[in-house]
């Protein structure tokens, strides 16, 4: 019989086992230089180039934006003891934590998708391998996110509720963002995402956070309720709730100028640091101040974990210009 020592020391390593045979696919070369270099695979490396303009709303400075008028309120109705949650990590339940997205070529196949909410969807076909990461795993019953980024032809490919269906996949709604451009959605319609917006552009990233130690756009998280109505730079609204002190979709909070992020790990602090510089823009109903990002095996699951110690009483909301309820 093995003692209790040996016994943890056996459980430890299959876990990591498990870890190690989880289907990551990462690519093999990370990047993380710097030098703008865009490497291929699952969750890879942007090696610090920018994924939009540098004038776009996602990369602006809000850090001496007014507050709103209405702010007290707003963060009233998300919640003011509660947590800030990095929905993202190295594991859950079973599969990568996080929203995952893959850098193709410009050569990768392309594959035709059908699409529930078609009206307001980009049609195909869509550049996705076939090994094309999902959000939650095959088997999640979730958003299903499929994310993907042509590094050639810099276009970014997003589907919602995406499943494999013969030669291609089907999806709830499916957005084609030039990554050149600043051109928004039309106005009222939806993306792979409730706002309107795209999704890679706001997620937390290892490369970032980690390599390149600084994050120069916004974030983006979820809340529980939301407003029916939205600010630019959103395009769509999902909430029924008339209620002005809801928050609309593409509101944006930041990270008090004030807050001490010191006591908080190396990483963690980069996070924060981008909370208080660009903010956090809410982008589809979910769980309150849950912050999004992308899945790593290099994530330090304990580190991020100190986010919680921040209430939302530690955010304000950046002045928001009109907002379009129709």
């Known amino acids: 019989m093995l003692s209790p020592n040996k016994r943890r020391l056996l459980a430890l390593i299959i876990l990591l086992m498990a870890v190690v045979a989880l289907p990551w696919r990462v690519a093999e070369v990370q990047g993380g230089k710097g030098d703008g270099t865009v490497q291929l695979g699952a969750n890879a490396s942007f090696g610090g180039k920018r994924l939009l303009p ?63 909410y078609a009206d307001e969807s980009d049609p195909g076909p869509y550049p996705i391998p076939p090994d094309a990461p999902i959000e939650g795993g095959e088997k999640s019953k979730g958003d299903r996110h499929v994310l993907v980024v042509d590094k050639d032809n810099w276009k970014l490919y997003e589907l919602f509720s995406a499943y494999k ?36 552009p706001g997620l937390v990233r290892y490369d970032e956070a980690v390599e390149q130690k600084k994050i120069e756009h916004a974030l983006r998280f ?81 580190n991020l974990r100190t986010m919680k110690k921040i209430k939302g009483s530690a955010f304000e909301v950046v002045k928001m210009g009109q907002v379009v309820t129709k």
Do not use: C
Not at 57 to 65: H, T, V, Y
Not at 78 to 87: A, E, R, S, V
Not at 265 to 287: C, H, T, W
């Open 54 to 116: 540098d004038d776009n709303p996602w990369n602006q400075d809000i850090s001496k934006e007014p507050v709103d008028p209405n702010s007290d309120n707003l963060i009233k109705s998300i919640g003011l003891n509660k947590p800030l949650h990095p929905d993202f990590g190295t594991v859950y339940q079973g599969n990568p934590n996080g929203i995952p997205y893959v850098i193709v070529s410009g050569d990768q196949k392309k594959v035709p998708v059908t699409f529930r």
């Open 165 to 200: 269906e013969g030669d291609g996949w089907k999806a709830g709604s499916g957005a084609i963002f030039d990554l050149k451009s600043n051109k928004l959605r039309p106005a009222g319609w939806t993306s792979a995402d409730a706002a309107g917006l795209p999704i890679v």
């Open 222 to 302: 979820t809340i529980v309720k939301s407003r029916r109505g939205y600010v630019f730079p959103a395009t769509h609204f999902a909430s029924p709730h008339k209620d002005e002190n809801l928050p609309p979709m593409g509101m944006r909070v930041r990270l008090k100028a004030d807050y001490d992020i010191k006591p908080f790990p190396p990483e963690v602090q980069v996070i924060l640091r981008a909370l208080q510089k660009y903010g956090m823009i809410v982008a589809d109903n979910g769980s309150d101040w849950f912050l999004s990002g992308a899945p790593d095996p290099r994530w330090n699951d304990a």
